[in-house]
């Protein structure tokens, strides 16, 4: 395989498996925010439009500050939509497909089961607000986009949910975990293992061919975050699991409203690519491992 891309992002989650997970003839050339300020779209532009040789563009990169959002949409508006626009024009202009990831977020929760992807988008809040125009402006100017939507993602990097648990399980007590949340857990490094698999396959296919448009790209299975924080202390502390509370939603006002739902229906990713991620569990098993690994090495 001789795969080019061009990442935006250095050190989230995703562009961290992605470098992490790119075998020999894979090249990624990965841009950080110090690199290219994803606030001005013209710079966005112009760092895919002076790029060298390149067979796809990923966009790894997002403002991720849910309730932080409330009281900066214009900065999550900037990164989360506008700079996605910009890469997919500057992409069509170049003639280069653009993957670009989004959320589950974008819907209300109020559905009773897993959503597709042709089901109405209904944010809630800022956040989710910007990324579902993130999807509308990429999709809009770019005629061989993928939106790849997730759910909780996890990794052995930056913040997230299992990293949260494991360190608030040293200094509370009792652990207060919400039980009416429900999504679909999903590893990072599963994600990246997805995009870098269908990286040629994508490279070449054509305007109009089923594998653009919008992909609910999910681990198998579903949780709350009460089941997935049950399962996190199964593996990391069989023998003296933290004492757990499960609570609803609302014993934890924030200024973004979640939503109680926001299960992903893979379908399409079956169908199309003919593939299903593990499920999260399992997932979850490769990711705590390979915590207790870089704790071994440090």
């Not at 932080?68 to 280069?96: F, H, I, T």
């Not at 989004?102 to 929760?109: E, I």
């Not at 975050?225 to 939603?249: H, K, S, W």
Request: glycine content about 8%.
């Amino acid at each position: 395989m001789s795969l080019r891309i061009l990442q935006f992002g250095a050190t989230g989650q995703l562009a961290r498996e992605m470098l992490d997970r790119a075998g020999p003839g894979v090249a990624i050339t990965a841009l950080s925010r110090a690199e290219v300020d994803l606030t001005d779209p013209d710079a966005v532009a112009r760092a895919i439009g002076e790029a060298g040789e390149i067979d796809l563009v990923l966009n790894a990169a997002a403002y991720t500050a849910v309730d932080k959002a409330e009281s900066e949409p214009d900065l999550a508006y900037a990164v989360n939509a506008w700079a996605p626009g910009a890469m997919a024009r500057a992409c069509q202009a170049r003639g280069l497909p653009l993957l670009h990831v989004s959320t589950d977020m974008v819907f209300s929760g109020d559905k009773a089961g897993p959503y597709v992807e042709t089901d109405a988008p209904a944010p809630l809040h800022v956040y989710g607000s910007s990324k579902l125009a993130g999807e509308q402006a990429v999709l809009a100017a770019c005629d061989r986009a993928l939106v790849m939507r997730v759910s909780w993602l996890f990794s052995a990097y930056g913040q997230n949910f299992l990293q949260m648990m494991l360190r608030l399980s040293q200094t509370q007590p009792v652990l207060k975990v919400v039980a009416d949340q429900r999504a679909c857990p999903t590893a990072s490094g599963d994600l990246a293992a997805f995009i870098l698999s269908q990286g040629e396959r994508l490279a070449g296919a054509p305007a109009g061919a089923p594998e653009w448009g919008l992909l609910h790209v999910v681990n198998e299975g579903a949780a709350s975050r009460y089941d997935m924080a049950q399962a996190i202390f199964a593996l990391t502390r069989p023998g003296d699991p933290p004492v757990m509370e499960p609570v609803p939603t609302s014993a934890f006002p924030t200024p973004a409203r979640r939503a109680l739902n926001g299960e992903l229906d893979s379908g399409r990713m079956q169908a199309v690519f003919s593939l299903q991620l593990r499920p999260w569990q399992e997932a979850l098993e490769d990711v705590v491992a390979q915590l207790s690994a870089q704790k071994e090495t440090v």
